[in-house]
């Protein structure tokens, strides 16, 4: 079974652009959360989407925006980017069914660069 | 002050050391404790989950859990230079269906030839 993708693998922008990364989960899995990872703050929680809608929101500005796709297929964008927006972009995909625990399985990650 | 702390690291052992990783946390409301393990250019993948107080081996990793002192930690018994890696701890509660996960900054583990 193939495993979680990410376009693009690497992406350089420039402050004030906008940018909209693609994550497609495992075959089956009906969750996707999103996750940034940078040196200082570590991984973090962005949102998580189930059949379309949003489940789970972490702390982040309304700049961070994402969607679901009727086939899991899910996306991300970032509006007016910043310096700090610089970071490794994470995609998880999971089962969905709300058990008590579930694994998420993580894709390779898109490395955002803002200059 | 952060809600899961971790020692960055990075941490260095000579081949078939036992390694001991460990993360404290704050929220109370944490029931299920996870580790990761993330390579260089490549997303975390999970290593082992605990629900419950007390040690869950599998091979060569026992994740303990303490949550009276609020205290995790994974050991890796006879470690090899092929888990050098980034080691995530992370930790989660349910809350009306939706699961949040909050994730250590992780320690980067150096395993010596």
């Known amino acids: 079974k193939a495993g979680v993708t990410q376009t693009p693998r690497y992406l350089i922008k420039t402050r004030g652009q906008q940018v909209t990364l693609s994550c497609s989960p495992i075959?089956?899995?009906?969750?996707v959360s999103w996750y940034q990872q940078t040196p200082g703050q570590g991984l973090q929680f962005l949102f998580e989407?189930?059949?379309?809608?949003?489940?789970n929101k972490g702390n982040f500005p309304g700049r961070f925006s994402g969607r679901q796709f009727s086939n899991s297929r899910s996306e991300m964008n970032v509006s007016t980017l910043e310096l700090g927006d610089s970071a490794l972009y994470l995609c998880?995909?999971?089962?969905?069914?709300?058990?008590?625990?579930?694994?998420?399985?993580f894709g390779p990650g898109t490395r955002l660069l803002v200059l | 002050q952060k809600e899961v702390e971790q020692d960055p690291g990075p941490l260095s052992v000579p081949e078939g050391a036992i390694v001991s990783l460990n993360c404290t946390y704050s929220?109370?409301?944490?029931?299920?404790f996870m580790w990761y393990r993330q390579y260089s250019r490549k997303g975390p993948e999970l290593l082992m989950y605990?629900?419950?107080?007390g040690n869950k081996e599998d091979g060569r990793f026992t994740a303990q859990v303490d949550k009276s002192s609020k205290y995790i930690s994974l050991f890796i018994r006879d470690s090899q230079p092929s888990d050098s890696a980034t080691y995530l701890c992370?930790?989660?509660?349910?809350?009306?269906?939706?699961?949040?996960?909050?994730f250590g900054s992780g320690t980067r583990l150096q395993v010596q030839p």
């Open positions: 998880a995909s999971s089962l969905g069914s709300g058990g008590a625990i579930e694994t998420q399985y």
């Open positions: 989407y189930f059949s379309e809608t949003q489940r």
């Open positions: 929220n109370s409301a944490f029931q299920y």
């Open positions: 605990t629900y419950s107080s």
């Open positions: 992370a930790m989660s509660w349910m809350d009306t269906g939706r699961r949040a996960l909050t």
């Open positions: 075959s089956g899995h009906r969750s």
